[in-house]
Nanobody, 115 residues
């Protein structure tokens, strides 16, 4: 069974950095588009960033210039480097793998930005 396991979440002060990782198993990782989504309390899940199998990236307007998504196909891992964090970035962050109609989700990791 496909597994996506996120790590790296936690409590960080406003303006600080945090890096999330998502390790995949039991998929041909290099073929999948990988994404990070987030869901804040009372809000819908939203796309944060995505990286295609070819390495193209796309970001939500709210994180452009602050977040960077990258992937290491040899390690089957996707990363989300988050800089200049704001309280409004507080959410559960989910990893996503997609190819065609095949979609997988991780269990999520909490990111809290607070002083």
């Amino acid at each position: 069974q496909v597994q996506l396991v996120e790590s790296g979440g936690g409590l960080v002060q406003p303006g600080g950095p945090l890096r999330l990782s998502c390790a995949a198993s039991r998929i041909t990782f290099s073929l999948y588009a990988m994404g990070w989504y987030r869901q804040a309390p009372g809000k819908q899940r939203e796309l944060v960033a995505v990286i295609t199998s070819g390495g193209s990236t796309n970001y939500a307007d709210s994180v452009k210039g602050r977040f960077t998504i990258s992937r290491d196909n040899a390690k089957k891992t996707v990363y989300l480097q988050m800089n200049s964090l704001k309280p409004e970035d507080t959410a559960v962050y989910y990893c996503n793998a997609q190819i065609g109609r095949e979609v997988y989700w991780g269990q999520g990791t909490q990111v809290t930005v607070s002083s």
